[in-house]
């Protein structure tokens, strides 16, 4: 049995190291006790500033803030032969926003995993619920450890209940005697509190200091030891500001002398033996949210008196008499609960043997035997049938259509282009690409949904078009929203997305007023196609030419310029295409899909077998680099990936989706193959989580759709680019659904075409 175990790992000092490292041991005794061969692989997660010297068991180590480092951790544990994995999940623990950067490597993973979570919220961000909800997801199994996280999970996360499992945390089984370790430290008659852990702000330590005075009144022995080193988080950011805080609050209260700061990381020997010591060990905790506290766990199983605050852990823990609650931040009822205790004798006794009694059944002898438990029946399931599903395109998976989104950023002007998260950024006004976007996407939602609001909205569209055309047929692209003119004749790109709406609505249109519109627009245009010299531009142009022609066919003057067009197209790809670089340009960048879509679209019209031949050629270049591991990866804008160079994975944008799911459509009509069914579908769920990053860009609260994802995680803004691009995408998969079902044509036979010199079929 080789398992595997993600995590932070001793000698680094963190509390989930030394559970993991407990835990490892434990599971191994398990196995070993049955007789198993074991075998432990630790893959620890180290901060950037430390340099450690790991035990032999750590086989790899990753920088929790290095992206990189991650893919490479999947590799190696791909390769290292283990049977399964075992995720200590906690968010602060993994690098990027809420620790993203784990999602990746658990979806490369080839064997099953579990995690265990240390953290569970009630109120979790956005980044935080998706991706919780996306390892629970993948995993196989959520241990957790309280009763409460199960109710979260089932509540707020809505993990399936069968899909989560309760393991204790577990305890050193190790046992000092009192009166020897009292004498030792020197605490013979003196009443002892304790606090341990990481010293951080959040641990409420004030509170206990606040109440000594009371307590030291009544029992003037009393001493309070708090036991640890401030958390390496706070000592980087504020230093040891809260540690001298608590100094001078126990000057100024005068209890200075009964007050003892132990600043130390110690091991769990030592620590049994001082909690073996204390009369009382204290957690005065200011959040009701901690789900887990190991030094809660620890202190049960030492057989400690314990009084705490009433957070979730603490109040499942201390019930039916295994310990006291007082309020939070209430040092007058600590006060009263401390002194109360140390009158009654009886009764403290009666809560160390409750705690005990409990505390012997989790020593981590018998958490590790649950746990081998767990991984022997994750092992044994059945395996996943890998047989392909004959559903092509499961739209049961598609969250419901709705312009919600697009109704909050247009106005009686036109649709904004930006937003901050999902309201409208009114600073940054209109733009000629998102309003053609959003023409276009109307009258698909019209011809495909009937829906009323897209009837609506078309003519908001079409008339900031005509609005930005200039005398020329040029157009302007910025409109500010104050109405004013912000350029005088926008990028060739806004043009060529211009022409593809107006295109399609002469192809669409749902009344005679709005074609007659559109008609004029498109004409007023058409001088200037020849001008275009951004292959994007002249991409966009084609679509919206090809389009008009589809139900103009005897317009030969059209089709002689939709033959100039493609040719330049066609030429630029000789140009730059190589035996291993077929392709227009010397690098992929943006938009990449929208070139073989294009001419595509110009060789059904034309019905030019060279044309498509190069259309399909260059379609399987870009699939060949964007389509691996059964998901889409578009290529990043933060650095486009140059021939012969490396290729980014961040910065991906949805319209480089949009213009994937076009293609493979366009390809699925032309052809008839499935294969371009399933590439379209997979394209599509991009959006949906299924990226590098493994989380969806599309908001189920706000309907928008999120502007892409940088290597920190998602770009929460939902500006109209990347929530019309959804919109279109979601628009295509419904008509190639229906487009699939309703024809139920066999797939065209192969077709043998001669392409520069070379044969290729389609």
């Known amino acids: 049995m080789k398992i595997g175990y993600i995590s932070t790992y001793p000698p680094r000092e963190c509390g989930i ?10 599971i191994k005794k398990a196995f070993e006790d049955d007789d198993i061969k074991y075998e432990g692989y630790v893959i620890a997660l180290s901060d950037n500033d430390e340099h450690h010297v790991y035990p032999k068991e750590v086989r790899m180590t990753l920088q929790q803030d290095q992206q990189a480092d991650y893919l490479e951790a999947a590799d190696f544990i791909n390769l290292s032969g283990l049977d399964l994995c075992v995720l200590e999940h906690e968010f602060g623990i993994f690098g990027g926003e ?14 099953p995993f579990i995690v265990t979570l240390h953290t569970v919220l009630d109120s979790p961000s956005y980044n935080q619920k998706i991706i919780l909800k996306e390892i629970s997801r993948m995993t196989k199994a959520i241990v957790v450890m309280s009763n409460k996280a199960v109710k979260l999970l089932e509540e707020i996360y809505l993990v399936p209940i069968e899909k989560i499992k309760l393991i204790e945390h577990g305890v050193p089984d190790i046992h000092y005697n009192a009166s020897e370790v009292r004498k030792t430290f020197r605490f013979d008659g003196k009443k002892v509190l304790l606090t341990f852990g990481f010293i951080s702000r959040n641990k409420g330590i ?48 005068e209890v200075q002398d009964h007050v003892l700061f132990i600043n130390e990381f110690i091991d769990e020997s030592e620590l049994i033996r001082y909690l ?47 310990g006291k609650i007082f309020g939070f931040k209430n040092h007058e009822e600590l006060s009263m609960l401390l002194n109360g205790l140390f009158d009654n004798p009886e009764q403290l006794k009666e809560i160390k043997e409750k705690a005990l009694e409990y505390g012997k059944t989790i020593t981590w002898s018998e958490i590790g035997r649950k746990y081998k438990d ?72 019209n011809k495909q949904k009937h829906e009323p609001m897209a009837l609506e909205y078309m003519p908001i569209y079409l008339s900031y078009i005509h609005y930005m055309q200039n005398p020329d047929g040029t157009f302007k692209n910025f409109l500010g929203f104050n109405r004013t003119f912000k350029d005088e004749v926008g990028s060739e790109d806004s043009f060529g997305r211009t022409v593809w709406a107006l295109g399609y609505l002469l192809g669409n249109a749902p009344n005679d007023a709005y074609f007659q519109t559109g008609r004029l627009l498109f004409f007023d245009a058409v001088p200037n196609f020849q001008n275009l010299r951004s292959i994007r531009s002249i991409a966009t142009t084609l679509i919206g030419m090809s389009y008009y022609l589809k139900t103009n066919m005897l317009d030969e003057q059209m089709i002689e310029l939709l033959r ?27 938009d990449n899909g929208i070139m073989p879509l294009a001419l595509m679209h110009a060789a059904e019209v034309l019905e030019d077998d060279e044309v498509l031949g190069i259309a399909m050629e260059t ?134 075409i001669n392409l520069l010199n070379k044969e290729i079929y389609l």
């Open 564 to 590: 100039a067009l493609t040719n330049k197209l066609t030429l630029q790809y000789k140009r730059q295409s190589t035996s291993d670089w077929k392709w227009f340009e010397s690098l992929l960048a943006y």
């Open 206 to 253: 004030e509170t206990v200091i606040k109440s000594l005075p009371e307590v030291i009144k009544k029992y003037p022995n009393t001493i309070y030891l708090i036991l640890g080193k401030t958390h390496p988080n706070v000592i980087k950011y504020a230093g040891e500001e809260y540690r001298n805080y608590l100094h001078l609050l126990a000057k100024n209260l």
């Open 17 to 26: 190291g030394t559970f993991t490292q407990n835990l490892q041991c434990s």
């Open 374 to 445: 767990l991984l022997n029946s994750v092992l044994v399931e059945q395996p996943i049938n890998t047989e392909k599903r004959k559903i092509i395109l499961n739209i049961q998976l598609l969250p419901k259509f709705s312009l919600t989104h697009i109704k909050r950023l247009t106005d009686d002007t036109g649709i904004i282009q930006h937003a901050k998260y999902g309201i409208p950024n009114l600073k940054e006004g209109y733009c000629l690409d998102d309003n053609a976007r959003a023409l276009l996407m109307v009258l698909m939602a």
């Open 619 to 752: 379609m399987g270049f870009l699939t060949e680099h964007t389509m691996k591991g059964g998901f889409l990866s578009i290529i990043g804008n933060k650095e486009w990936y140059v021939k012969n160079g490396h290729r980014s994975v961040y910065a991906q944008q949805p319209i480089d989706a949009l213009s994937m799911v076009l293609m493979y459509y366009q390809a699925f009509l032309l052809t008839r193959k499935n294969t371009y069914l399933q590439k379209l579908f997979t394209s599509f769920m991009w959006f949906l989580g299924e990226n590098d990053l493994r989380m969806s860009l599309y908001d189920f609260e706000t309907k928008g759709c999120c502007d892409g994802f940088e290597s920190y995680g998602v770009n929460r803004n939902q500006g109209a680019e990347s929530s019309l691009a959804y919109l279109i995408s979601h628009l295509v998969v419904l008509q190639a659904h229906e487009e699939f079902y309703k024809s139920e044509q066999p797939e065209i036979p192969e077709k043998k």
């Open 276 to 322: 073996t010591a204390c009369d009382v060990y204290i957690t005065p905790y200011l959040a009701k949210t901690q789900i887990t506290s190991g030094t809660l766990i620890y202190a049960f199983g030492a057989g400690c008196a314990v009084a705490s605050t009433p957070y979730w852990h603490a109040e499942e823990l201390l019930a039916n008499g295994k």
């Open 98 to 111: 809420s620790g993203v950067y784990i999602l990746p490597l658990l979806h490369k993973l080839e064997m």
